[in-house]
């Protein structure tokens, strides 16, 4: 079946400006991550949905980041007032059904990224 | 707080050695672990995954990987490399019981294979 997508693959952008990033989930997966891949610095896990509520948004380094996830497919990253330090990889991983709290984890689909680079 | 050590940033292995990449992690109880593997270009792929039972897990492209308790540690084996091992690797901590279910990551092993 279909994986984890992304769009665009490629973003460039100039500083300042707004950026939206898109993800798609695997078919019924409630649970949806995004991390960002810096170079050099791993990857930085930056919010996770279950369903359409994002009971973890620890991981956003700013207010310029946001993310929603409508009719709990879809999820949009958007970044706003780009800066150079904002370049990165950004990806989104999506996995099944899971009861937070309740002891469980299950395995993330990563899809292939976004490449953001902020001139 | 949970973290994850890769203390080898770079790898290089000739094709057919074998090879062991190091992972430690920090948790307080018995942790969720993965390996998964980027190669350029491509997502995370998971390798192999630990959640329970026999210490020594087998994983795909026949990697395995086992969990000492006492060291804690994860350390990703396989016997004889081929050159298309050739990738990043990340080992990764999830946590248990909590709101979350992020991953932590370690910052990465870039394998390279010589022929």
């Known amino acids: 079946g279909a994986g984890v997508s992304q769009s665009p693959s490629n973003k460039v952008t100039e500083k300042g400006k707004d950026v939206e990033l898109r993800c798609d989930p695997i078919?019924?997966?409630?649970?949806l991550y995004w991390y960002r891949q810096s170079l050099g610095q791993g990857l930085e896990f930056l919010i996770y949905?279950?369903?359409?509520?994002?009971?973890?948004k620890s991981g956003l380094p700013s207010d310029r980041f946001s993310a929603e996830r409508t009719g709990g497919s879809v999820s949009t990253l958007t970044i706003q007032r780009t800066q150079q330090e904002d370049s990165a990889v950004y990806l989104c991983?999506?996995?099944?059904?899971?009861?937070?709290?309740?002891?469980?984890?299950?395995?993330?689909?990563f899809g292939p990224g976004t490449r953001l680079t902020v001139l | 707080a949970q973290s994850v050590t890769q203390p080898d940033i770079h790898i290089t292995v000739s094709e057919g050695a074998s090879l062991e990449l190091r992972c430690n992690y920090s948790?307080?109880?018995?942790?969720?672990l993965f390996w998964y593997v980027q190669s350029p270009g491509q997502g995370l792929q998971l390798l192999l995954k630990?959640?329970?039972?026999?210490?020594l897990v087998q994983g795909i492209k026949g990697f395995e990987a086992e969990f000492k308790r006492s060291q804690s540690s994860f350390n990703l084996r396989k016997p004889s490399v081929h050159w298309s091992d050739a990738a990043e690797y990340f080992c990764?901590?999830?946590?248990?019981?909590?709101?979350?279910?992020?991953?932590?990551f370690g910052t990465g092993t870039l394998l390279a294979v010589q022929p």
């Open positions: 991983a999506s996995s099944p059904q899971i009861s937070p709290g309740q002891g469980m984890i299950n395995e993330q689909f």
């Open positions: 078919s019924g997966h409630t649970a």
């Open positions: 949905f279950q369903g359409n509520s994002a009971p973890d």
């Open positions: 948790y307080g109880a018995t942790p969720y």
């Open positions: 630990y959640f329970s039972g026999d210490t």
């Open positions: 990764a901590v999830g946590a248990r019981g909590g709101a979350t279910n992020k991953l932590i």
